[in-house]
């Protein structure tokens, strides 16, 4: 699907959102250091989950793939001195994996794709310099060698840089001979992904000081024990459905966990102070089904640092929503698979709106509705899939390019898309 065309509808019905892309990078990790089965359920096979799976097994973990459930040995982890890990667009799969792979003795070639390489990984570099660590990369692409032990240390790290970094220390000191902290010297942003961290490692048993996310306190020789586990429902991958509630749409989300440490929830918050309501349904199966329900959308400030991901959905709302919306503290949207700022902004722009960059944000200004046009997805399935419930709200078609690109995280969007009444040509 090189090219989507939408005929402008409204949507309606129940979906099941799918799985929580962040905790299955997680789970499968976790699972991946223990010794003994691990069953990962409720899996969906996006490139970015496909990325951990494959890296994991070119550490050496066992992982048998069933249907929608994985079964994950790690008795084997680190039984290869030589290895090749393809994170292709993943980064969460590069920062987790590189301080992990450096647990162990051996050579780790880590490959990716698109603008994987031009994401930063100097607070990595920092470290490797400081340890007496071997590496070696190529500027603007993604083809980085490490060879050497990661040890025991005070770690610091700057935290409105990027949480995967954190994260991707917190699995791999537990497994080192000695204690380590991490303390973080500026404000942190991405709060909410570091307590997914912090949950699952406490699921496979590893236990983390948290002292109010300053300083992380990691006793050494920690063991991970094997757990079962079932992903539970992507607040990320629901907030277009959400968004497209506040847009006119009928829309009930289900499989969602209500008191979910996702920090992307947070768009439920951010939709209700837009002047929608959260309403909750049940479908026969028991389960809860969230919906938002427009009101008169009003303008807000909003701060993009604990929830950057949303933030491209969020501006399509905000694009006709009354008054001047102001989005802040989105600096790290700039550093996505593409410019996500600038994309959005452009984007939206086509489409009718009346939007501004700022170095940090946007500026909106509401309009009634917007016009439709042909767009570009930016090779982003966030913006892709935003662009996509703009469509909603436009007068005219919609043409986005490369609509094939929301395989990275939502392989079933245009799908579920059409399954809510979307017309696709």
């Known amino acids: 699907m090189k090219e ?11 979906l099941k959102i799918p799985p929580s892309k962040s905790m299955a990078h997680r789970a499968i990790i976790c699972a991946g250091l223990s010794k003994g089965n691990s069953i990962i359920e409720n899996i969906e096979y996006s490139n970015d989950i496909i990325a951990t799976i494959n890296a ?42 590189m301080p992990i792979a ?31 660590i071997a590496y070696t990369y190529d500027e603007g692409i993604l083809n980085t060698f490490v060879k050497g032990n990661l040890k025991a240390d005070e770690f610091r790290v700057e935290g409105n840089i990027s949480s995967q970094f954190i994260s991707g220390l917190l699995f791999a000191l537990p497994l080192l001979d000695g204690d380590s902290k991490i303390v973080i010297t500026t404000n942190l942003e991405s709060k909410g992904y570091i307590d997914l961290t912090l949950f699952m490692l406490d699921k496979f048993g590893i236990k983390i000081e948290n002292l109010n996310y300053k300083e992380f306190r990691i006793k050494g020789n920690q063991s991970y024990k094997p757990f079962n586990y079932r992903v539970e429902g992507d607040y990320s991958q629901g907030a277009f459905f959400f968004a497209a509630g506040a847009l006119g749409n009928n829309i009930a989300c289900y499989d969602l966990e209500e008191k979910s440490k ?56 905000a694009s006709v929503a009354k008054g001047e919306t102001r989005i802040i503290n989105g600096e790290r949207l700039r550093i996505k698979e593409c410019d996500r700022l600038s994309a959005i902004a452009t984007e939206l722009k086509t489409l009718g709106a009346d939007i501004k960059e700022t170095d ?10 917007l016009k439709g046009g042909k767009v570009s997805s930016h090779n982003d399935h966030r913006i892709a899939m935003s662009l996509a419930i703009a469509s909603t709200v436009c007068i ?20 579920d898309f059409e399954s809510l009444g979307g017309k696709i040509e």
């Open 56 to 97: 994991m097994r070119a550490l050496g973990v066992n992982i048998i793939e069933d249907k929608d459930r994985l079964i994950i040995n790690g008795e084997n982890i680190f039984s290869n001195d030589s290895r090749v890990i393809d994170c292709n667009e993943s980064g969460s799969t590069l920062r987790f994996l």
């Open 4 to 14: 989507v065309t939408i005929i402008p509808k409204r949507l309606g019905g129940f």
């Open 102 to 132: 450096l647990i162990k003795k051996g050579e780790s070639r880590f490959l990716g794709e698109g603008n994987l390489g031009k994401r930063p990984l100097k607070t990595y570099y920092d470290i490797f310099k400081k340890q007496g």
């Open 262 to 317: 996702q920090g992307d929830k947070e768009v439920l918050d951010i939709l209700e102070n837009m002047g929608n309501t959260l309403i909750k349904e049940f479908k026969e199966d028991k389960k809860i089904g969230l919906s938002i329900v427009s009101k008169d959308l009003k303008a807000s400030v909003i701060d993009a640092s604990q929830c950057p991901d949303i933030i491209p959905i969020i501006a399509v709302v």
């Open 360 to 369: 940090d944000g946007l500026i909106i200004n509401g309009v009634k509705n």
């Open 396 to 415: 005219g078609n919609v043409v986005i390019d490369n609509g094939e690109c929301v395989k990275k995280s939502y392989p079933n969007f245009w799908s």
